[in-house]
């Protein structure tokens, strides 16, 4: 009876989680997480419907993903009124008193979350870091980026969506 328990209760677990089978690719809507930011306050990406998202997964021991941060700041802090909303999901192993002292020292302007391998995995399998996505106003992923964004993929990616698609 226990193990029939167990493998029902897969079953459903499998069932209501497609993303376990496979990653959300460009084209597609972008899935409904729920994550906590640096306070604990619950925090959706459906919160963020009609702006242009760049979800950053990043970890404070990733050398690149530190180096990225102070353009994306920048890019938040300009791009801000024109609907982008920068959102850092951050990667384990990170403690959260390492991970708000980071984002104070550093000034972080956009929210940050507290992700999993799996919430990773939802968009990329891989391991590169830092990696980020982009979903336009309606919730479509646009575009993956594995490693660094440079100023040409901001522009090319990213700021098309920013003119043509916020209302």
């Given at each position: 009876?226990?193990?029939?328990?167990?493998?029902?209760?897969?079953?459903?677990?499998?069932?209501?989680?497609?993303?376990?089978?496979?990653?959300?690719?460009?084209?597609?809507?972008?899935?409904?997480?729920?994550?906590?930011?640096?306070?604990?306050?619950t925090v959706r990406l459906d919160d963020f419907k009609g702006r242009v998202v760049l979800?950053?997964?990043?970890?404070?021991?990733?050398?690149?993903?530190?180096?990225?941060?102070?353009?994306?700041?920048?890019?938040?802090?300009?791009?801000?009124?024109?609907?982008?909303?920068?959102?850092?999901?951050?990667?384990?192993?990170?403690?959260?008193?390492?991970?708000?002292?980071?984002?104070?020292?550093?000034?972080?302007?956009?929210?940050?979350?507290?992700?999993?391998?799996?919430?990773?995995?939802?968009?990329?399998?891989?391991?590169?870091?830092?990696?980020?996505?982009?979903?336009?106003?309606?919730?479509?992923?646009?575009?993956?980026?594995?490693?660094?964004?440079?100023?040409?993929?901001?522009?090319?990616?990213?700021?098309?969506?920013?003119?043509?698609?916020?209302?």
């Amino acid at each position: 009876m226990i193990l029939f328990n167990k493998i029902a209760v897969l079953l459903i677990f499998l069932a209501l989680s497609p993303a376990a089978f496979a990653q959300i690719d460009a084209g597609e809507k972008a899935p409904s997480m729920v994550l906590k930011d640096l306070r604990g306050k619950t925090v959706r990406l459906d919160d963020f419907k009609g702006r242009v998202v760049l979800l950053n997964f990043w970890a404070t021991w990733c050398v690149p993903c530190r180096a990225e941060i102070p353009e994306l700041i920048k890019w938040q802090k300009e791009y801000q009124a024109k609907g982008l909303q920068i959102i850092g999901v951050t990667y384990p192993p990170t403690g959260k008193v390492k991970v708000r002292n980071f984002a104070r020292q550093n000034k972080i302007n956009y929210p940050v979350l507290f992700g999993t391998k799996k919430t990773k995995e939802i968009f990329d399998k891989g391991d590169v870091m830092p990696y980020s996505v982009i979903i336009d106003g309606d919730g479509n992923v646009r575009a993956r980026i594995e490693g660094i964004i440079f100023n040409d993929e901001f522009d090319e990616k990213i700021k098309p969506l920013l003119s043509n698609g916020f209302h």
